[in-house]
T-cell receptor, first 112, second 115 residues
């Protein structure tokens, strides 16, 4: 079993819809949780960063962490065509431990 | 802001040829990484270097070697390329910022095809 599971199935939504992405993980020692966004033929860029369970909001993006269920989510409200990208979840064990475990990524297409 | 710079951006190799992928960062980060990204497989760590002078194997190190030349540069070498090494290779670096988070910054990638 991989440490981080993310269903890589592509997701197509109409503009303005809510996009919901999630990952599960097996290592309860993970403490830092991230979402990276990767545009086509580009490197991933950090989108959201959370520590501990709870919600974190940044504009149209909300990241949720449920450590008891080992489950993290990313929500994109009022999705735009510019949100079309691959979204990868990532997590690490502790501050200063830079070995990130990545999910496989979800390709999201927002249709105008 | 250059960030993480990878060269070359594209490369085609014949089976058995060797090559070195170069990576440099200008953010004074201690840690640097090499990943490969394949369809349906996500990012897989090949090697990483926690600090200058140290390197460690990641998830898929076979067929690769690395050199942490100095704090800025981390190279990845394929000694005898195989078609299974056709992939997109990403270099990344990370360091701790003032809000105590660890963010990895990625280069633009090297698209390697082995024929």
């Amino acid at each position: 079993q991989k440490e981080v599971e993310q269903d890589p199935g592509p997701l197509s939504v109409p503009e303005g819809a809510i996009v919901s992405l999630n990952c599960t993980y097996s290592n309860s020692a993970f403490q830092y949780f991230m979402w990276y966004r990767q545009y086509s033929r580009k490197g991933p860029e950090l989108l959201m960063y959370t520590y501990s369970s709870g919600n974190k909001e940044d504009g149209r993006f909300t990241a949720q962490v449920d450590k008891s269920s080992k489950y993290i989510s990313l929500f994109i409200r009022d999705s735009q065509p510019s949100d079309s990208a691959t979204y990868l979840c990532a997590m690490s064990l502790s501050y200063g431990n830079n070995r990130l475990a990545f999910g496989k990524g979800n390709q999201v297409v927002v249709i105008p | 802001n250059a960030g993480v710079t990878q060269t070359p951006k594209f490369q085609v190799l014949k089976t058995g040829q060797s090559m070195t992928l170069q990576c440099a960062q200008d953010m004074n980060h201690n840690s640097m990484y090499w990943y490969r990204q394949d369809p349906g497989m996500g990012l897989r760590l090949i090697y990483y270097s926690a600090s200058e002078g140290t390197t460690d194997k990641g998830e898929v190190p076979n067929g690769y070697n690395v050199s942490r030349l100095n704090k800025r540069e981390f190279s990845l070498r394929l000694e005898s390329a195989a078609p299974s090494q056709t992939s997109v290779y990403f270099c990344a670096s990370s360091g701790e910022d003032r809000v105590f988070r660890t963010e990895a910054f990625f280069g633009q990638g090297t698209r390697l095809t082995v024929v």
